[in-house]
Structure formats: C-alpha cells, structure tokens
C-alpha cells in the first residue's frame, strides 16, 4: 500500500470545511483592502531564489526541493514573495500598473524535518504591496494582517517589530554583532558559528537556548539605523499606536533572507510551542531593483495555514444543509429520478441520489449520513400518481407532491 511522502498531509473531507474558512475570510478581508489575487507557478527557476534569498540563506543551503532537467535547475517554490517580484517584473506591472496590491494562497515546500505545524509541503496565505517606500503603507499592511488573524478567530497573539534599516544600517548592524559575538564563539551552536562567518543576523533568532542568552547579553538597540530610517520606524510604530494595535519592539527580530530591510514583523502565539510563528514579513525596498526593475519599495507578509490552524477557533461548521437526497425503487424510477435529479440542479438546488441500489432502509440511513435536509422517495406507486414522497429530516414529517411542483416547493 502506497503511503503519503512524508511532510505532506491529505486533507480529508471533514477538515475541509476549516481550510476553505479561512480562504474565504482571506478573500473577503484582502478584497476590503483592495489587494488582488495573483497565482504564480509553483516551479521556478532555482536562480531566482539563489539570487533574492541569499546564497547564505538556509532555505538556499539546505531547504529547497531542486529539479534537475538536463542543463537547467528548477525548484518547488520555498516562498511566495521573489515568484511574485518575478512575475510582476516579466508581466511588465511596473509598466502598466507601477503601484499595486497582490494576495497569494498556495502550496509553499522546503525539504526540513517535519514537525508541530511545519510540513515540507505546507500553505501560504499572504500579500504584496509593489511600488511605494512609504510608512504609511507599512502601517496598512500590519493592520491587515491583524484584521485578518482577527477574522480567522486567533486570539492571544502578539506582534513583533524591528527595522533593520537600510542596507548601510545592516551592514553596521552586522558589523556590530561581530565585535560583540566573535569572543562567544566557542559558546555557540555549530549552525552559529558557521552563521558568524556566513549569515551573522541569522544568530538573533537561533532557537538554541544558549545562543539566545548569549544574544540577550548583546542589549541590542536601534542605534544602528540612520536618521532616514530611524524617522520612518517611528513613523510606522506611530501609525499602528493610533491604530490601537498592540505590539513588541523586538530588537533581536531579522528575518533571515537577504532582500528584507527596514521595517519586519512577526506573529507569534504561544500555542505553537517553541516555533511559535504563525506569520512574518517585511520590507524589500531592494529587491525589485536587484532583480533588474526600477528603484521602488515593497512590503509583503505571510501566514502558514498550518499554524493557523492550529490557533484559529474557525470551526468551518457549514449552514444548514438545503441538499436533497434522492431514494428510487426500481429500474423505471431510477430512469425517471435522473431527470429530476438533473432538473433540481439546474435550478440550483444541490441534490445527491443512491448509486448502490440499497433496500430503502439503508438508503435512508445513507442520506442522514450525508446531512440531507430533505429525501425524496420514488417508486412505481408515485410515477402511477405521478407525485413524489418529500421527507423533512429536520422534523420527521413526509408528505406527497406533484412531481411539476418539486423545483418550486424546493426552492421555497
């Protein structure tokens, strides 16, 4: 028996109605905002990423699913925002549309060890806002995502924020966390220590217990950040002050891929254990130009549905059902239900029927399993009378009608 590759998950029936929740709530909330749905190839080309995350980058070093196809390198796409930057450049968005606002849900994958809410092919819920370097669209874009976690029905989260200021600041961020770290070498784990060398802003959020006391020893400050960048943090933080938006100044907080700079935040919430983000984004005001476009400024974040999930109170429960289920005794009947089958779905009330020719007994327990509201019975007595037996689950009652008056009585 052929099982499931691991890190991938099948979602059943009855998780479904959760799942297509929150993508309704997505939908509906974006649209309130007036961002558009974008839906880019879940195959790129492995030098996109190479090129916008960093060589450095542990999704390039040891996460990305590569495909090697005679003289070319593809990859199952780790994340959402360089495929978008790439279609909005090739499709020539800056050209027609410069300023604009996308959202994205679809299937991300990296190759890492599966566990609590992080699968190798996992979800992403999330959003782009290409063209503008401006606070005030920091500040929407954070509020948005608030919204939407409150439309999710989460709860108890917090929200981090940092900037990392432009790419002088972080070069003396950098700079600074090497002086400070380079005498706790030794203290630190290997990924760090080859981190040190390679990646330096990584180590901030190492989840390793003694590298995150050896960083809280650093008293990390903004001090790294120029008076432009510094004018715009206060700005943003402001902004989402007058807001009512709660949030954590979290110096430590990076984001470990080379294209983000000034503005990041995260989502956290404690039931995810020591993983606990369940979203994050930033600023990549570089990141359009580094990929051969004009100079101009984008903010995007994503959440994981996985870990959504995990924290959403969304139960997808469904409205009552208006299916109707149908039951025909004997060959004519089945002959004549097919027609009444199809005519109630035309007229847009959903109907299902019994395939397995069971005793009318089992039908009917196979109809209250499907959660029917109404069973229709049909055998050679009714065709006689040319009437139809139409039975209320909710109540127990059932009645004859005129099969000409089913739709109508249907729609009622």
């Known amino acids: 028996m052929f099982k499931r590759v691991p890190g991938t998950k099948d979602v059943l029936p009855d998780e479904a109605g959760q799942w297509q929740a929150i993508e309704a709530a997505s939908r509906d909330t974006f649209s309130l905002y007036n961002y558009h749905e974008i839906r880019t190839p879940v195959i790129e080309e492995a030098a996109l990423f190479n090129r916008t995350l960093g ?26 925002t360089a495929s978008i930057a790439r279609s909005y450049l090739e499709n020539n968005l800056d050209k027609t549309s410069g300023f604009i606002k996308l959202y994205y849900i679809g299937p991300m994958f990296r190759l890492e060890r599966p566990q609590k809410g992080r699968l190798r092919q996992f979800h ?22 608030a919204r ?33 770290l380079q005498k706790e070498k030794q203290n630190l784990c ?43 943090f206060k700005e943003v933080t402001d902004g989402l002050s007058s807001l009512n938006i709660a949030f954590d100044v979290e110096p430590q907080l990076v ?6 700079n000034r503005t990041v935040f995260e989502f956290t919430h404690s039931n995810l254990g020591s993983q606990d ?59 004549a239900g097919i027609k009444i089958l199809n005519q109630l779905r035309l007229s847009g009330i959903p109907s299902d029927m019994d395939y397995l020719n069971r005793s009318l007994k089992a039908a009917m327990r196979a109809a209250n399993d499907s959660g029917a509201r109404y069973v229709l019975i049909l055998g050679e007595d009714e065709l006689k009378k040319n009437v139809i037996s139409l039975r209320d689950m909710s109540n127990s009652t059932q009645r004859e009608i005129n099969i000409e008056e089913l739709t109508e009585e249907l729609k009622c």
């Open 124 to 145: 992403h819920i999330g959003c782009e806002a290409i063209g503008s370097q401006e606070a005030i669209l920091d500040i929407e874009v954070i509020s948005l995502a």
């Open 277 to 335: 983000a369940i979203g994050a984004g930033g600023r990549y005001n570089n990141l359009i130009k580094e990929l051969g476009g004009p100079d101009i400024g984008g903010i995007g974040f994503a959440f994981g549905m996985e870990r959504l999930l995990l924290a959403s109170k969304i139960t997808g429960e469904k409205p009552l059902s208006r299916m109707v289920y149908l039951i025909t005794l004997g060959k004519t009947a089945k002959n």
């Open 190 to 232: 290997a990924d760090c220590q080859l981190r040190l060398e390679n990646n330096i802003l990584r180590i901030l959020d190492c989840k390793n217990e003694s590298c995150q006391k050896i960083v809280k020893t650093l008293a990390l400050s903004n001090t790294h950040l120029c008076p432009d960048c510094l004018d715009h």
């Open 148 to 180: 939407l976690l409150k439309n999710f029905a989460v709860s108890d989260y917090k929200i981090k924020i940092n900037s990392l200021g432009c790419p002088k600041d972080k070069q003396t961020l950098s700079l600074n966390l090497k002086q400070g």
């Open 255 to 260: 984001r470990g891929l080379d294209y983000y």
């Open 55 to 80: 060589l450095t980058a542990e999704i390039v070093q040891k996460q990305m699913f590569l495909i090697h196809n005679q003289q070319d390198v593809y990859v199952l796409r780790p994340e959402g």
